[in-house]
C-alpha cells in the first residue's frame, strides 16, 4: 500500500526532510565557528530539547502497539480501512512510527548543533584531555606534546 495520494505520514515526512537539511547545514556552521551561542542560553535550549527526546522516544515505543489489526466487522470495506490505518500508523516508508523516528534524529542534530555553538564539544574533549594529563601524572607520566 503506497502513502500517496491523502495519507498523513508522506506530507509529515516531506515536511521534516527540509528541516532537517537546513539544520545540517547550521550545523556544519555551528562545527566551524561561524556560529556562536551563549552558555546559559544553549542549557536551557538543550533542557528543553532533552524534554523533547524524551517524549519522541516515548511515542517511539508507544506506536509498536500501533502494530494490530483493527477490528471494523466482518467486511471487504473493513478489512481494507483496517489495513489502511495500520499502514499510515506503522509503515517504515513513511508511517507515524517512521516520522517519530525522524524527528528524533532531527532532534539529536539539533543537539550537536547547540553544543557545537555553545562551544560544550570543546569543553568535553578538553575536560577528557585534562584528565588523562592529571592520569599520566600521578603515574609519573607526561603526555606527549
Not at 495520494?5 to 509529515?12: E, I, L, N, V
Not at 532537517?20 to 547545514?25: E, F, T
Request: neutral net charge; charged residues 25%.
Amino acid at each position: 500500500m503506497s502513502n500517496e495520494g491523502g495519507g498523513f505520514a508522506a506530507p509529515a515526512a516531506g515536511a521534516l526532510a527540509p528541516v532537517a537539511g537546513q539544520l545540517h547545514q547550521v550545523r556544519r556552521k555551528a562545527e566551524v565557528g561561524g556560529l556562536k551561542l551563549d552558555q546559559d542560553a544553549a542549557n536551557e535550549l538543550l533542557r528543553r530539547i532533552g524534554v523533547l527526546r524524551t517524549r519522541a522516544a516515548s511515542l517511539v515505543t508507544d506506536s509498536g502497539e500501533l502494530d494490530a489489526p483493527l477490528r471494523f466487522g466482518d467486511s471487504w470495506v473493513a478489512d481494507l480501512m483496517s489495513a489502511r490505518l495500520r499502514t499510515v500508523a506503522v509503515d517504515k516508508r513513511g508511517g507515524a512510527t517512521a516520522v517519530l523516528q525522524a524527528f528524533a534524529k532531527v532532534l539529536t542534530d539539533l543537539e550537536y548543533t547547540i553544543k557545537a555553538a555553545s562551544g560544550q564539544y570543546y569543553t568535553t574533549d578538553q575536560e577528557s584531555a585534562d584528565r588523562f594529563n592529571r592520569s599520566l601524572r600521578q603515574l609519573g607520566l607526561e603526555a606527549a606534546q
